[in-house]
């Protein structure tokens, strides 16, 4: 897998005649074949519309019930499994940020463009230690995927991450939750927006949730979130 990177990496560098980046096939558009893409890991069924776990009916699970409204909505891509983990680790952890290109077309082909009701379009901010030891924010970068760059909302700088919390992926699913209490500030008020968020993987959704709440808590009228994947192991 590693060695496909490498080479994807190297010959890639524009969006046409690319390698795929699953199997590495060549001439392909946006960097991945089309029966790659149509193997890419669909959620399928009902689901809780705020996490994303297997729900009767589509209703809210007792998880998401519990933590409150302050999420309106969760729209997700694909799982979080061959060969997406793969792909996003080397492009977060790896530092492979031309990653971002062949990930955020899977992203955006998958959801489309944001709707024009959402007033503003937010990336899910790191804290500042963690921006400055990876060098980038992977959700900004995908958000800067996002297509129509000339008519997508507004990405105002208004949000930050206010705690070096540790790495979501060592914690379990309570310790996650502790670790994310009041884990974002909103600097501006945001009284009757509508507002998407943009994030790389979801697991338990307390992320999300975390971010909602905060830019609830600053008056936003509705928060929804676009997700590139969702996991449901406890590790990432
Ligand atoms: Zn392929
Ligand atoms: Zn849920």
Known sequence: MLSIFLDYISDNCT??????????????????????????????GERCPVCAVPAPENQPCLDCRARGDALDALHVSYEYCYPLAQIIHSFKYHKHIELAGVLGFVMWRKLGTIPPRFDVVIAVPLSNERLAERGFNQSELLREELPGPGSRPPSPDWCWRKYNTRPQASL?????????????????????????????????????????????????????????????????
């Open 15 to 44: 969006i046409f005649n690319q390698k795929c980046v699953v199997c590495s096939a060549t001439n392909t558009r946006n960097g991945i074949c089309q029966p790659c893409l149509d193997e890419l890991p669909e959620l399928t």
């Open 172 to 236: 379990g699913r309570d310790r996650r939750a502790r670790n994310l209490a009041d884990a974002f500030g909103v600097e501006h008020r945001c009284d009757g927006l509508c507002i998407a968020i943009v994030d790389d993987v979801s697991t338990t959704g307390s992320t999300l949730f975390e971010l909602a709440s905060a830019l609830k808590n600053q008056g936003a009228k509705r928060v929804e979130a676009w997700v590139l994947c969702q996991a449901f192991s406890t590790f990432t």
